[in-house]
């Protein structure tokens, strides 16, 4: 039985879901992808900005009085690069045969298998989805109170969080545009926000961050993964994305294309979070920017480049993965799916995620799911580059009774090995979870009689 038939190629669709050449918005399916609508510009503008998660303040402020402002730039330089690669390898299936992480991890944990996956990589999407939004409601409000006197942040987060689920349905046809049009007024906020905050705070920078010596050690490291870990999640899942990426691009373009559009926001953010948050002790990011802007004009404009950030970062790399994770499993439309997401993330308590003393606890969810991530992340490259050889049979990864039916062990086994390794090294458990988890995995495959129909 074939459940979503394929034909070589990944060019076929499934019956009743062909994309049409121009593929409507909204007109997104599990099948491999037949229309691909993003150039190489275009690619880039998307993750440029998609990439303006707003707990990279809080990442910047939690490595206060640890490292300097060069050892903090390079250390976002290295995660950067890293995350940069690691989603060029990962990605690579999606962007051959235009097939979705849900699709490309059967070959590796099976079809019941990838529930594990799957969730792992949703979870997260969805509490930094609804994080997100509260602080983009949060730039609302203060927009609203200063204008017109109208102060209701509850009104705000329900009523900004009805608008990203409309915006959602579009599926990728919208992100592309959304993305495009976006990107550059977000880098000129953040240009000037950053200068803003040199202009304010100098001395103090120059004291508390500049002069002290810091840390080349555990710490730096640790630090690199920091920034990686907020990204680690769509490195996952990175085929959800790069099947909408034209053919064309090897794989050190690719590597440029994502480190270069991810690098500008997290340095940017990354080091206003630092900066502020040693020069004032503030970590809550609503007022970072108000103690940056003195100007209420510029503050006010300011505010809605915030909340309009928000907006483009959920919209790509919040509300994709769990809505393809939910199409999956319930089988359900997109667009039902999406709707489903948005209304997940109102439970996801956000007001209490934004406190200053919530920042610690924010690293530590960071650290703990990246734990899960790295191996899984290195599971699958192994099974898609070392077994596979990076040839996947299309029509096997669609057969419910095919080989990859029920649930590869070898791939549960592996994950939660470098699982154990990470969560015992947390400040550097991405890092160190990938040689455990990818070895013990390639071994089962090689020499396990139980896994050998998952190596067909």
Request: with cysteine.
């Amino acid at each position: 039985m074939t459940s979503e038939p394929t034909s070589p190629g990944a060019k076929a669709e499934a019956p009743g879901n062909a994309q049409s050449p121009g593929k409507a918005p909204g007109e997104e399916s599990l099948a491999p992808q037949q229309t691909r609508i993003m150039g190489r510009t275009s690619y880039l503008l998307a993750w440029f900005g998609g990439c303006v998660s707003i707990g990279t303040f809080a990442m910047g402020s939690s490595i206060v009085g640890t490292l300097n402002l060069l050892q903090a730039s390079l250390a976002i330089a290295i995660g950067c690069f890293v995350i940069g690669v690691a989603l060029a390898i990962n990605g690579a299936a999606g962007y051959k045969y235009g097939i979705p992480f849900m699709v490309q991890a059967r070959s590796a944990f099976g079809f019941t298998g990838t529930r594990l996956p799957g969730l792992i990589r949703a979870v997260p999407a969805i509490v930094w989805y609804g994080f997100q939004s509260w602080i983009g409601a949060g730039a609302l409000n203060a927009v609203s109170a200063t204008l017109l006197g109208f102060d209701n942040l509850v009104f705000y987060f329900i009523a900004f969080q009805l608008l990203q689920i409309a915006l959602s349905v579009f599926g990728f046809q919208g992100i592309k545009w959304l993305e495009n049009i976006g990107s550059g007024f977000i880098l000129a906020s953040l240009v000037y926000m950053f200068f803003s905050v040199l202009n304010k705070y100098g001395d103090v920078i120059g004291e508390q961050l500049v002069d002290i010596d810091g840390t080349w050690g555990l710490p730096f490291w640790g630090a690199t993964m920091l920034f990686l870990g907020i990204y680690s999640t769509m490195i996952l899942n990175a085929s959800d994305y790069s099947r909408e990426l034209k053919h064309g691009s090897g794989p050190g373009l690719l590597t440029t294309l994502y480190a270069m559009s991810i690098l500008p926001c997290t340095l940017f953010m990354g080091l206003i979070g630092l900066m502020v948050s040693g020069a004032t002790g503030v970590a809550d990011p609503i007022d970072v920017f108000a103690n940056a802007v003195d100007n209420p004009p510029l503050l006010i404009t300011t505010l809605l480049f915030i909340a309009f950030a928000q907006v483009t970062t959920n919209v790509l790399n919040n509300v994709v993965p769990p809505t393809y994770v939910l199409m999956d499993v319930f089988k359900l439309k997109f667009r039902s799916a999406t709707v489903i997401v948005g209304l997940l993330a109102f439970a996801t308590f956000p007001w209490e995620l934004v406190k200053d003393d919530s920042a610690a606890g924010l690293q530590l969810f960071v650290q703990t799911y990246s734990a899960f991530l790295g191996p899984i992340f290195a599971i699958m490259a192994v099974d898609y580059y070392l077994i596979r050889r990076r040839t996947l049979d299309i029509d096997k990864l669609y057969d419910t009774q095919g080989p990859y039916r029920g649930i590869n062990y070898a791939a549960f086994i592996a994950t939660l090995i470098g699982a154990l390794v990470a969560l015992n090294v947390s400040a550097i458990s991405w890092y160190a979870s990938l040689v455990p988890a990818g070895l013990a995995y390639y071994l089962m495959m090689r020499y396990w009689p139980a896994c050998q129909r998952f190596c067909q």
